[in-house]
């Protein structure tokens, strides 16, 4: 089990070097599709989608707290659910001005993070009864904030696209 503190570090690590790498591309390069990931997003659309995964895990840890189920829980209910929170979620940002998705990268982020500090340890480690794969919030949150090498690597998984 990854404690706050080490959630914190990795997530703090990984945003320093995902927002480093987006500072040095020019407005243009920034805005560009077709040179990320699968080759249709930009950083700009990159930037959209970790601010959609941390807005998942922001409105999980309020709701737990709350005594809620998380509606954002629904998202993924059956196949290619993440495909499809994911397309959605570029797609939402597609013609917002791209200091405006900066701006929320850098506040979603600062909010992810706050919100884990805030939370208890005994909070983090309760069980989490509205997802089958994850038995605790850490754990949710570390899902929702993951990549194939595990909790809280998302934006590692997309480091190799901005280095290219």
């Given at each position: 089990m990854i404690t706050r503190e080490e959630?914190?570090?990795?997530?703090e690590e990984q945003h320093a070097e995902?927002?480093?790498?987006?500072?040095?591309?020019?407005?243009?390069?920034?805005v560009r599709r077709g040179t990320m990931g699968s080759g249709e997003w930009s950083a700009k659309d990159l930037a959209a989608h970790m601010g959609v995964w941390e807005e998942?895990?922001?409105?999980t840890i309020r709701a737990f707290a709350h005594g809620e189920r998380p509606s954002d829980e629904d998202l993924f209910i059956g196949p290619g659910a993440g495909d499809r929170v994911n397309a959605?979620?570029?797609r939402r940002?597609?013609?917002a001005?791209?200091?405006d998705v900066r701006s929320r990268f850098e506040d979603l982020h600062r909010r992810v993070v706050t919100?884990?500090?805030?939370?208890?340890?005994?909070?983090?480690t309760s069980a989490y009864p509205y997802y089958p794969d994850d038995d605790?919030?850490?754990e949710r949150i570390g899902s929702l904030l993951a990549s194939d090498d595990g909790r809280f690597t998302h934006a590692s998984a997309h480091l190799p696209d901005l280095r290219a």
């Open positions: 959630a914190v570090r990795l997530l995902l927002a480093t790498l987006f500072q040095e591309l020019d407005p243009d390069a920034f998942f895990a922001i409105e959605e979620g570029v940002f597609l013609d001005p791209a200091d919100s884990i500090e805030a939370t208890s340890d005994e909070t983090w605790t919030l850490g």
